[in-house]
């Protein structure tokens, strides 16, 4: 506290520095006595406040130091917080009319008889006398009811005495500072200092304001690098930013359109991995790896030395869903054989890659490919020379020579595939690789057809995957809803108004599948989109959904017509939803 010069005759001046030297010292109850004493001497010696009460005393006989604090008992300034006044002045109001208790207070300017007050009420707040501390607040603003120092010191008394900050103090504490403030600017110093901090105090704040519940409902919304700002606002943000329950789910998708990527701040994905979400996460979402500036060498430090890439996610045990978009993976140094190890996610049931390649190496390390649980419910990958597929292949043939452990080669849980960014090659053998992986992994599938979990495709469609999934679907009344995401296109001596001959064959092949009603079409060819729908439309099918982004115009007009008058729902889309997960237990018990 400030110390200002002695403005009183006597040991008036040397009460107040010594008192306020005490209160430094936190020697609150001789601070104490040495404010009330400073603020008698204020009173009854130098201020004007309480010249009657000098006079009676002098009549009386009685001794300065025998007189004790005049106090007012006719304006009650709590019980007017308590119940909502609409009036912006009624503390002042109250604190300025005549005193009928017999006090005789009346308004005061001394700074030395306020500071003494002021400090009467600060050093019962730190000894814990909170009611002492609302009296002393009471008093100053009834003595200078245009200074916003009573006000504040009786709010935070007030708030003091309810540790659990219920709303109804927060909603009286409020009142009083507006009541301060326009006292202040209606009476009192426009310029004076504190009313920043009145200012500051009537600043609305939503975290602060609603329960943990909501303030958990509305921060879900933000993702974990906007939450990783909201650490940085207040000390509420930074407790309410850090709920465990925000970190399970993790989120980093663009949502801005710039020519150049936007650079995650260092340490900002290190911190949410390793710190905030380690053992909470249950899925990852990373929408273009490029445009965050993440690459292989910046996710290296994140966790301990099991895989490069997917190094990120062995921080996470528990995570169960997995989708990332738009990066390659690249590796310049491999890892001593004898040292490494395998990442297996245990609890992973969700597993999407798009536009993920890998750059094909001179060996195998498993330090490099994540190895996945029997438990995979859906999976969505390239099929592509560089893709998931192909080095998964690769890897389980060289991981018993590695590891001297057979790598569990059988998913019984499969719910949907996906296989996305196909390419009819004229190179036979880029595309005899790809179709080797993929016949491959659908050996895989076999427990998954069997006893009925695989219910939904997302594949391209030539001869060759024809031929490879007919291998594998010897049952296809599982399946229910399958997507055609890609076609060959037809070939150049194909005649107008006709279906290709693969087209053809997909619409045949759609005829094996009794239970399926829903399908998506996606030739990347407007006529034959339009033929292939009104085919269907034609014959008899289980089919009641179809999924198109092609037709448009007169197509579109002509199929929906033949469409409606059939019960079939035709639904414009880039592609046909990912099916929703069935419940563990409700699968078991079917």
Same mark, same amino acid.
């Given at each position: 506290m400030p110390v200002p010069a002695a403005t009183g005759p006597g040991d008036q001046g040397a009460f107040l520095v010594q008192a306020r030297k005490l209160y430094v010292a936190s020697k609150y109850k001789a601070a104490l006595v040495h404010f009330k004493m400073a603020s008698i001497i204020s009173a009854l010696v130098k201020c004007s406040c309480n010249r009657d009460m000098v006079i009676t005393a002098k009549k009386l006989g009685i001794s300065l130091k025998e007189v004790s604090i005049p106090t007012c008992h006719c304006k009650d300034l709590n019980a007017l #917080? $308590?119940?909502?006044?609409?009036d912006r002045l009624a503390m002042y109001n109250l604190a300025i009319k005549h005193c009928t208790c017999g006090s005789g207070l009346v308004s005061c300017d001394l700074p030395a008889h306020l500071g003494a007050i002021e400090g009467i009420a600060a050093a019962y707040d730190k000894l814990q006398a909170h009611n002492k501390a609302l009296k002393y607040a009471s008093l100053y603003i009834i003595m200078a009811p245009h200074a916003p120092e009573g006000y504040l010191r009786m709010a935070?008394?007030? +708030? $003091?005495? !309810?540790? #659990?900050?219920?709303?109804n103090t927060t909603a009286r504490c409020t009142w009083i500072y507006h009541q301060a403030l326009e006292s202040v600017k209606t009476y009192g110093n426009k310029d004076h200092g504190k009313l920043k901090i009145l200012y500051s105090l009537l600043r609305k704040d939503i975290i602060v304001s609603l329960p943990t519940e909501l303030q958990t409902m509305v921060l879900r919304h933000l993702s974990q690098a906007e939450l990783c700002r909201c650490m940085r606002v207040t000390k509420h943000w930074d407790h309410a930013s850090r709920n465990p329950s925000l970190w399970k789910d993790l989120k980093f998708v663009k949502h801005w359109s710039a020519p150049k990527p936007r650079p995650l701040r260092p340490g900002v994905l290190n911190d949410i991995i390793i710190n905030r979400a380690s053992k909470?996460?249950? #899925? $990852?979402?990373?929408? /273009?790896?490029?445009d965050f500036g993440i690459d292989d060498t910046k996710l290296r430090p994140m966790a301990p030395p099991v895989f490069d890439f997917f190094r990120l996610v062995t921080a996470m045990p528990a995570l169960k869903d997995v989708s990332i978009v738009g990066c390659d993976a690249c590796y310049d140094k491999l890892t001593d054989e004898s040292t490494s190890t395998t990442s297996s996610w245990d609890n992973l049931e969700r597993f999407v890659l798009r536009r993920c390649h890998w750059v094909p190496m001179r060996s195998i390390s498993t330090n490099c490919t994540p190895l996945l649980h029997c438990g995979l419910r859906l999976l969505d990958t390239p099929a592509t020379p560089t893709s998931f597929l192909v080095r998964y292949k690769?890897?389980?043939?060289? %991981?018993e020579n590695i590891t001297g452990e057979r790598l569990p080669l059988q998913f019984e849980q499969m719910e949907h595939l996906g296989l996305s960014e196909y390419d009819f %090659?004229? !190179?036979?053998? +880029?595309? +005899?690789?790809i179709i080797e992986a993929l016949s491959w992994f659908l050996g895989l599938l076999a427990?998954?057809?069997?006893? /009925?979990?695989l219910t939904s495709l997302d594949i391209p469609f030539d001869n060759d995957v024809q031929a490879e999934f007919d291998r594998v679907l010897l049952d296809k009344r599982s399946i229910c809803s399958l997507n055609c995401n890609a076609l060959p296109p037809p070939p150049s001596f194909q005649p107008s /108004?006709?279906?290709s001959p693969t087209a053809d064959a997909f619409l045949i092949w759609l005829e094996g599948f009794p239970n399926l009603t829903t399908i998506g079409l996606f030739p990347r060819d407007r006529e034959v989109c339009a033929m292939m729908v009104a085919k269907i439309l034609s014959k008899e099918s289980s089919i009641r959904t179809i999924y198109t982004n092609e037709l448009v115009g007169v197509y579109w007009d002509d199929a929906l017509k033949k469409a409606q008058g059939i019960g079939v729902r035709i639904i414009r889309a880039d592609r046909v939803p990912e099916p929703v997960l069935k419940p563990l237990d409700t699968k078991s018990n079917a």
């Open positions: #917080s $308590l119940a909502p006044n609409p935070k008394a007030l +708030r $003091l005495m !309810d540790t #659990s900050q219920s709303s909470l996460a249950k #899925s $990852l979402v990373i929408h /273009g790896m490029e690769a890897f389980a043939n060289e %991981y %090659y004229h !190179d036979n053998a +880029r595309h +005899r690789t427990p998954s057809v069997s006893n /009925g979990t /108004g006709l279906v």
